[in-house]
T-cell receptor
Framework: SAVISQKPSRDICQRGTSLTIQCQVD?????MFWYRQQPGQSLTLIAT?????????ESGFVIDKFPISRPNLTFSTLTVSNMSPEDSSIYLC???????????FGPGTRLTVT | QKEVEQDPGPLSVPEGAIVSLNCTYS??????FMWYRQYSRKGPELLMY????GNKEDGRFTAQVDKSSKYISLFIRDSQPSDSATYLC???????????FGAGTRLAVHP
């Protein structure tokens, strides 16, 4: 399985600011995804990070709020823009290796917005 | 109705018990079924992965898929306090289709 790291592991931010979360994988992967896990809830897919093209967003999530970059096959960033307390969540990246169907998750970034 | 239903628990069992965790789903196109374990303040860890119907065993863990009933299960034998975590089922149509998660079941195994 791939080894996935995320930075930062946690942060406390003020409302109205933005935070960029980084996801690094130790091997080239086909697909990278970004999920949100709100307190006590399950995982909700935000978007699929496509290498070399714009991310594909799920219903309820928009690029202006959650811009995503994926410059190569091992790295992606998610920015949470103009944050409000409702954005307080764990943000997780996951990867799907070529020819596989299992997704592996990073350790998550715990975001608190005050 | 949610695509994937999972009882959130909590489920509390004594050490050594057999634990049964279950999910039901409504989308007959799902073919790939996964179980993740998530410890508090950690990312989900893939435990078991099954394609289509049948059983799969890995140590103390057994995953079962019954596509005719749209029902999947995870059994944990000889449960240990270290098994205390939230267990999430997830499933997809395959290919690059997204994973749909259950709500997660919180399990506590007490000594």
């Amino acid at each position: 399985s791939a080894v996935i790291s995320q930075k930062p592991s946690r942060d406390i931010c003020q409302r109205g600011t933005s935070l960029t979360i980084q996801c690094q994988v130790d091997s080239q992967v086909t697909m990278m995804f970004w999920y949100r896990q709100q307190p006590g809830q399950s995982l909700t897919l935000i978007a699929t990070a496509n290498q070399g093209s714009e991310a594909t967003y799920e219903s309820g999530f928009v690029i202006d709020k959650f811009p995503i970059s994926r410059p190569n096959l091992t790295f992606s960033t998610l920015t949470v823009s103009n944050m409000s307390p409702e954005d307080s969540s764990i943000y997780l990246c996951s990867v799907l290796a070529s020819g596989k169907y299992e997704q592996y998750f990073g350790p998550g970034t715990r975001l608190t917005v005050t | 109705q949610k695509e994937v239903e999972q009882d959130p628990g909590p489920l509390s069992v004594p050490e050594g018990a057999i634990v049964s965790l279950n999910c039901t789903y409504s989308n007959s196109a799902f073919q790939y079924f996964m179980w993740y374990r998530q410890y508090s303040r950690k990312g989900p860890e893939l435990l078991m992965y099954t394609y289509s119907s049948g059983n799969k065993e890995d140590g103390r863990f057994t995953a079962q898929v019954d596509k005719s009933s749209k029902y999947i299960s995870l059994f944990i034998r000889d449960s240990q306090p270290s098994d205390s975590a939230t267990y999430l089922c997830a499933m997809s149509n395959g290919g690059y289709n997204k994973l749909i998660f259950g709500a997660g079941t919180r399990l506590a195994v007490h000594p």
